[in-house]
């Protein structure tokens, strides 16, 4: 009999050529699946909630794979934190329904980018944070975000080489705060595009910079052109932040 | 006419062997000595309010030097920027009193040390706190870091080698705070022997795994003897976060 196992992770997406397992470059997904057999004897075929890019990190991140090993959960994760880099940290592990996978049945994610926004760069987020030195206008900003929220075709938004079947995703909920001179981005939707997230911020700190105008967003998404959007922000601001099943 | 320059830096301690300059080893006043000598054509003697250990890092660390050059500070702080490494940041720059010195002049530091108290690592903290993974009673501990506050004879928290000539240090303020998983000490003192806020740290430690007693504080202060007081917190936990002058 097969076990379905369902894994909470966190990790620092620094050293990893994103999630996805390649041929000659390490991944969140190689790692996972080599300390899997050295603790179960076997090499599973692990599903994550999402392929993050090359230095994106995960607070949260779900991924669940099959395995005849019934030994108790906690050991399991025991044993992933044992053998895993420091890098990776199973936050959980549980036995699941059969049929549940990590990436179909999730029904939303949040993630968040930050922003270290000081003339000064910030030696301990200079790979955690995006540093902006010039001036951001974060509450003209927030009110930009608002034309994010809804059901749109995100074609402005998404880097070419995808292969989503449709561009229509919907955006739940969006803002972005300032605390200090750390300001953070936010962004809860049923689904994201390739770099989706990653040219939402850029095209918003292009719209700060003057490059593009204010309140052009709801026109750069009828637009359906990658071109009408703002630059893909760097990678190593972004988080997955939260993941949302049924 | 020599200029009296003053500078606040912000550094991640983790690559570097202490705040000191030394033979074959990379420090903060190396790198920023290197800095100095590229930007302002002469090779200073940079005077440290501390000297911080391997690890250690600095959210404010103050420093001073004498130089012949005038120029604008701004321009001054954007060289060195451009030219140390990512890992130190200089936050200020002014021209100072002649007589100024960053380290005898400092009436007071502040340090905080960061605990992840968590069963599981934090992958972004692996170096900006100590990973507790046990039970910690912060509101009991916090309690028996009153016992810290005053003028007392510190002899028992000092490693081994210092060269100071008196360890009678006064300690205004010290707590432990909880902020989910996160814990901060944090102490204020007019001044800290070698390893001193590490061993407070280690001592608490000791305390709550019951190695030591409870209330025990004021009565291993009176042995003056370091075999007395708990284990040295490691390094990277600790961060300089305040400097005081008048």
């Known amino acids: 009999m097969m076990n379905n196992l369902k ?25 996972l699946t ?32 099959r395995t005849p090993v019934s030994r108790d959960c906690e ?17 959980s592990c549980e036995y699941t329904d059969d049929g549940f996978n990590a990436r179909f049945d999730c029904r939303g994610k ?4 930050k922003i270290w926004n000081d003339r000064r760069r910030n030696p301990f987020l200079l790979h955690y944070a995006l540093h902006y030195p010039h001036e951001l206008d974060t509450e003209m900003l927030n009110r930009q975000c ?27 909920d969006c803002d972005i705060q300032r605390q200090g001179s750390l300001v953070t981005f936010r962004v809860h939707g049923d689904g994201f595009l390739y770099n989706m997230v ?12 003057g490059k593009l105008e204010k309140d052009s967003i709801p026109q750069i998404i ?21 993941v949302y099943y049924d």
């Open 110 to 113: 949040e993630y968040i980018y």
């Open 75 to 91: 050991k399991i994760a025991y044993g992933f934190n044992a053998v895993l880099p420091e890098s990776i940290s199973v936050l």
């Open 146 to 172: 608002a034309d994010y929220i809804g059901t749109h075709d995100f074609t402005s938004f998404c880097a070419a080489g995808s292969s989503a079947v449709s561009n229509v995703r919907t955006v739940f």
């Open 198 to 209: 990653r040219i939402m911020v850029g095209t918003l700190l292009d719209i700060n910079a």
């Open 34 to 65: 080599k300390a899997a057999e050295r603790i179960l004897g076997h090499r599973p075929t692990i599903y994550g909630c999402s392929r993050t890019d090359k230095g994106v990190h995960a607070n949260i991140f779900c991924c669940n794979f």
């Open 222 to 242: 009828l637009e359906k052109n990658r071109l009408s959007a703002g630059v893909t922000a760097k990678a190593h601001g972004l988080y997955l932040n939260k």
């Open 7 to 31: 894994l909470f992770l966190r990790y620092d997406g620094t050293p990893y050529h994103g999630w996805q397992m390649q041929e000659n470059a390490v991944s969140v997904q190689g790692e």
